[in-house]
């Protein structure tokens, strides 16, 4: 029986597959490391009954996530899955690979993270490359959900939101500065906090104002984390995630106004990760 995991920051996407490929499926929590230690990942599994016990005869578990770009943040993950499954040969690796494992169609592609926080890399079956780091949601994140949470937020405070959006941003969040300054500079996980408020920006997508923001977004994506590679012109450029699906008509006019060969956009990537296993891995 092996466990497949993709992790955002915001969730994870649990597939156990059994001997005879049958597949279950489970959601849990995000698990990053750069959050949440190894004791806090085993508790908050264990936590999840159904899931706790259908799994407990996993051998093999591939787990990839958000914040598993290193050997010490991977250790994290690691140990923390390791009081859950002491009996499984347990790999963790960056959520981009499962991002490029998930896309892969048997030729060379970039394939790009948009969701809560966003990335990018080059794949060819064998070699995952990245020309420009990810420097998360304080410093970066272009294009993902964090990054639009804060740009909504930052004008807010500023009293540069069109009125009918500012009303209704009070009416659903109240009008406290210091509730938000809390949200995002002392409480954890506050790039999860900033992606929540695309549900309200979303409700709002007719107003010029929200379509301009996904549009400037998308485009700055394309231009830092897309662009990058000298091969954007001459391959596919897939993308996963939440926001790309949601918003794939601003996705599909920056990508055309680079010269950027758009390939597929995957809300939901697990179910590919998982055929790519099944079709490449011997597990």
């Known amino acids: 029986m092996i466990l497949i995991a993709e992790s955002g920051s915001t969730k994870t996407d649990w597939v156990l597959v059994n001997d005879q490929n049958e597949i279950t499926m489970f959601k849990s929590m995000g698990f990053n490391p750069f959050f949440h230690s190894s004791e806090f990942i085993a508790e908050k599994i264990k936590e ?6 259908a799994s407990k005869n996993v051998e093999r578990l591939y787990f990839y996530g958000a914040g598993c ?21 347990i790999t963790v690796d960056h959520d981009l690979l499962a991002c490029a494992l998930s896309t892969y169609k048997g030729e060379p592609a970039i394939s790009c993270i948009l969701g809560t926080g966003s990335n990018s890399c080059y794949y060819d079956g064998q070699t995952l490359r990245e020309e420009v780091p990810a420097i998360a949601y ?10 639009y949470g804060k740009k909504l937020i930052r004008d807010y405070l500023y009293n540069q939101l069109p009125s009918s959006i500012k009303e ?18 002392m409480k954890p996980h506050a790039n999860v906090y900033l992606a929540s408020f695309m549900k309200f920006l979303n409700r709002h997508y007719h107003h010029k104002y929200v379509i301009d923001m996904i549009q400037n977004g998308m485009n700055e ?33 920056a990508a055309e106004n680079n010269g950027v060969i758009l390939g597929d956009i995957i809300q939901k ?15």
């Open 48 to 53: 999840n009954v159904e899931f706790y016990h």
């Open 69 to 89: 770009s290193s050997n010490e943040m991977n250790q994290i993950v690691k140990s923390g899955l390791s009081l859950v499954y002491p009996n499984s040969l």
């Open 138 to 147: 304080v410093l970066g994140d272009e294009g993902s959900g964090s990054y």
């Open 168 to 185: 209704d941003f009070e009416d659903q969040f109240g009008s406290s500065k210091s509730e938000i300054f809390e949200n995002v500079y």
């Open 221 to 253: 994506f394309i231009k830092i984390h897309v662009c990058c590679y000298p091969e954007h012109k001459s391959v596919k450029t897939h993308f996963i995630g939440s926001i790309s699906k949601i918003f794939e008509r601003e996705l599909k006019s």
């Open 269 to 283: 990537p697990v179910d590919n990760l998982v055929n790519y296993h099944l079709n490449y891995i011997k597990v």
